[in-house]
Each structure stands twice: as structure tokens, then as C-alpha cells.
């Protein structure tokens, strides 16, 4: 990647024998696939139209869906914008199969408007559960609706915050849901099996305004979740809520207490590296959390980011975050953190996968200014 970035800068191109080669390594390397350009050239691109038409990106997202959930095709509305298929969804409802209804509804997330509100609630009434599953997600993201005034006056009265100089929050459990809770989407209750009073808050507090919270305990964001510390479900419906609607808000009050890849996506790039950075000097959180938290991050790492993980890679059990990091550290690392790293190699140390790490980091860091300098 740094060679065509260079490459790119200086305007020069592959030689022609190496693109073959490249090319392959872009099918299974997505950092790879999007530097081609424009190192590649004509020649470059020509093959690669020849190699693979379409040219994805052998790494793209593609749709969140749950296997319950319709696949890619929607029948007459399929690959329809969202717009042109809000407008015949509404039109054509009665006439679309249950897939049809779902699957165009599902083409909503990430394009939901108010306006959607009304088409969602007449999917709540729909036979078909699979609709049904898909406006409740939807539902969950708007939380100035009908429906998220219904869940707040479910769970307002389930909140009681007690104490005045040491607040506690106390929740209780709701009640066996009726019909209109039932439609909501709170659970109802299993024929075979004791009812999960749990799941229906869990319902109720993804469905409700977060700002609920707040009113009950009389105290800010942060405040209010460090109450629910020790309640991990309560925060994860929480989370699921603010993930749901996007809230950088929430996010930053919930990060106080949790490490969460869902939260972090509500913010912006720089920003999660500072709660990373926060999460990793504090060292609660286990290298299966944190690595592939951190090797999501853009690179390079922050000077202060990039201290606080070498940081923990030469603690006692370092070496576990060092072999997660193995493929990435080296290329996160900027260049401040060189030094930093032979001297944590020049310790003596009997581990292995620290050691490889620490050196590949520096290792790397020699070539790119080779690179640097020949590119000159």
C-alpha cells in the first residue's frame, strides 16, 4: 500500500510485469483493492476489466440482514431506490407478496425519515411477522414516534431513582403485556416455558427515547450510566438503542462504561481513537476486545493511541495483544513510536510473539524510508 500511495504521489506507475501479480493480491486484500488507483495505469485497468468486469471491492459491507430476513432479491421493487421504493410500497402494499413487503422495507435502513412512520405502523398490523420484525427494527430508530411514546410510558414507570446524596437506580420488571404491548413487539408469553420478563425490557428500553433515563435520575448522560454499571443488559439494550439511532451523545456517555464497537461507530474516526486510547490506559477490557477495535481504526495510529497499546504490550501479559496485532501493528504504528519499540526489544524478554511484532514494527518502519527515499 505504501508503495502505490507513492507511487501516487510521485505519478508513476507499476511496471507492467508486477500487475498480474497485483492485481491478484487486490482479489483478497481490500486496502490493496482501493490504492489501486491510479498506480495501475491504462494497462492496469484494462486488465483488471478483463480479470473481474465489475471490480468489487473484495471487501464491501453487504446488508445487515438476519437469515430470517428476505435476501437480496424484492420481486418488482428490487433494486429500486429507496425513495422510488417508499412511493410503490405505499401504493402497491396489498398487492405485494409478505417477501416483497419485508424486503422492500428493509431498503429504509439508512435512508428512514419521519415521514416513514405512518408505513410503519400499518406494518406492525401486517399478517406476515417477517414485516413485522422489519418496522419494529426500523421503529427502534425513531425515537420521536407514536410507538416510542407508547415504550416510554411502559418503561418510565419501571425507573425509580432513590437516594440523595448516593442515587440509585432501581428497574422493575413489566408486567405480562396486552394486546397494544403485543404489537409493540414486547414478548409474550412462551407455551412451554416461564415467561422472559427480562426480553421485555430489553424491548421496551430499545424501543423508548433514551432521554427517558435522564428524566427519571435528574442527573446527565454520564451520571446516569455509571447507576447502571452493574446491569450489562440493561446498558447492552441501551447500546443496541443508541447504535439504532446513531446518537453521538449517548454513545460518549455509554463509552464511560462499556467498550462497544457499536458505540464507536457513532462517532467519528478521530474520536474513536481517543476512547480507544482511554479504554486501552485503563486496561479493563481483554486483547479479544480490544484488538480488533483497534485494528479497525485508520492508519496510522495517534502518537498518544500508539504509546498506550505498546504500553500494554509490555506489560506481563502483553504478548497476547501482540500476536492479535501481529498482521497490523506494524503498519498502525506511526513513525514517532520507532524508538519506542527498540527499546522494548532491546529488554530481555522470552516472548516470542512480542518480540516478532516489536521487530516487524521496526523492520517496516526502515523500509518505508527506503521507500521514501527512492521514490525521490
Not at 497485483?22 to 476489466?49: C, D, Y
Not at 416513514?116 to 414485516?131: I, Q, S
Not at 443496541?240 to 457513532?266: F, S, V
Request: glycine share 6%; aromatic share 4%.
Amino acid at each position: 500500500m505504501d508503495w502505490l500511495r507513492f507511487a501516487e504521489e510521485s505519478r508513476r506507475r507499476v511496471p507492467h510485469r508486477l500487475l498480474p501479480a497485483l492485481l491478484t493480491l487486490a482479489e483478497t486484500k481490500s486496502a490493496v483493492f482501493r490504492h489501486l488507483e491510479p498506480a495501475i495505469g491504462t494497462r492496469g485497468r484494462w486488465m483488471q476489466e478483463i480479470k473481474n468486469p465489475s471490480s468489487p471491492d473484495p471487501a464491501a459491507p453487504t446488508a445487515n440482514l438476519s437469515s430470517s430476513e428476505p435476501a437480496a432479491d424484492y420481486g418488482p421493487l428490487g433494486g429500486r431506490k429507496p425513495s422510488d421504493a417508499r412511493v410503490q410500497l405505499t401504493e402497491n402494499w396489498t398487492s405485494l407478496s409478505a417477501r416483497e413487503r419485508a424486503g422492500t422495507l428493509a431498503l429504509f435502513v439508512g435512508n428512514l425519515h419521519n415521514d416513514d412512520e405512518a408505513l410503519l405502523e400499518r406494518a406492525l398490523d401486517d399478517k406476515a411477522k417477517g414485516v413485522r420484525d422489519v418496522a419494529l427494527r426500523l421503529l427502534d430508530q425513531l425515537p420521536g414516534s407514536a410507538r416510542a411514546g407508547r415504550m416510554a410510558a411502559r418503561l418510565r414507570p419501571l425507573l425509580h431513582a432513590t437516594g440523595l446524596l448516593s442515587k440509585r437506580l432501581e428497574i422493575d420488571l413489566p408486567p405480562d403485556p396486552d394486546k397494544e404491548a403485543l404489537r409493540d413487539g414486547i414478548p409474550g408469553n412462551p407455551r412451554n416455558r416461564e415467561p422472559d420478563r427480562m426480553s421485555r425490557l430489553e424491548a421496551i428500553i430499545k424501543g423508548a427515547p433514551l432521554d427517558v433515563w435522564t428524566s427519571v435520575t435528574g442527573r446527565n448522560r454520564s451520571a446516569t450510566v455509571a447507576l447502571l454499571r452493574e446491569e450489562p443488559r440493561i446498558l447492552d439494550a441501551m447500546i443496541a438503542a443508541t447504535a439504532a439511532r446513531q446518537d453521538a451523545e449517548w454513545a460518549r456517555a455509554l463509552l464511560t462504561a462499556a467498550t462497544d464497537r457499536r458505540l464507536l461507530d457513532c462517532l467519528p474516526p478521530e474520536e474513536r481513537a481517543h476512547w480507544l486510547e482511554r479504554h486501552v490506559r485503563l486496561g479493563s477490557d481483554e486483547p479479544l476486545t480490544l484488538a480488533p477495535l483497534l485494528v479497525d481504526l485508520p492508519q496510522p495510529w495517534s502518537a498518544p493511541l500508539a504509546d498506550a497499546v505498546l504500553t500494554v504490550i509490555s506489560g506481563k501479559d502483553g504478548g497476547r495483544l501482540a500476536a492479535l496485532l501481529a498482521e497490523d501493528l506494524p503498519t498502525a504504528l506511526p513513525p514517532e513510536a520507532t524508538e519506542r519499540c527498540r527499546q522494548l526489544l532491546a529488554q530481555t524478554d522470552k516472548d516470542a510473539a512480542r518480540r516478532r511484532v516489536l521487530r516487524d514494527a521496526v523492520q517496516y518502519q526502515s523500509f518505508k524510508q527506503s521507500l521514501t527515499e527512492a521514490f525521490r
